[in-house]
Nanobody, 123 residues
């Protein structure tokens, strides 16, 4: 089992940067694919970024490409999302997700989820 907990959310102004972190418990984390998703109020959860087990391969949603960077530290069992040039449209609850066998941009691919952290970007 892997338990995930996000941190680092908050209220920032447009154009600012913010770094989200996700801490994982359980020895299996280094064997997991990991990703970040977000959910805008009243909308379905959407893919933001994913990273391979070793961290060498990453994918991003077009809406965040060039502004967000996903990374992981398997020694510390963490996965992070560095967000820059934030826009009001980035306002959402951000979720960390992981799975032992699957990766990609679809919610059902991931078995382990955190509780989410709120990011609010003011204009």
């Amino acid at each position: 089992q892997v338990q995930l907990r996000e941190s680092g959310g908050g209220l920032v102004q447009a154009g600012a940067s913010l770094r989200l972190s996700c801490g994982a418990s359980g020895r299996a984390f280094s064997n997991c694919y990991a990703a970040w998703f977000r959910q805008h109020p009243g909308k379905e959860r959407e893919f933001v970024a994913s990273i391979s087990r070793g961290g060498s391969t990453t994918y991003y949603a077009d809406s965040v490409k060039g502004r967000f960077t996903i990374s992981r530290d398997n020694a510390k069992s963490t996965v992070s999302l560095q967000m820059s040039s934030l826009k009001p449209d980035d306002t959402a609850v951000y979720f960390c997700a992981a799975d032992l066998n699957h990766s990609g941009g679809s919610v059902p691919l991931y078995y382990f989820w955190g509780q989410g952290t709120q990011v609010t970007v003011s204009s």
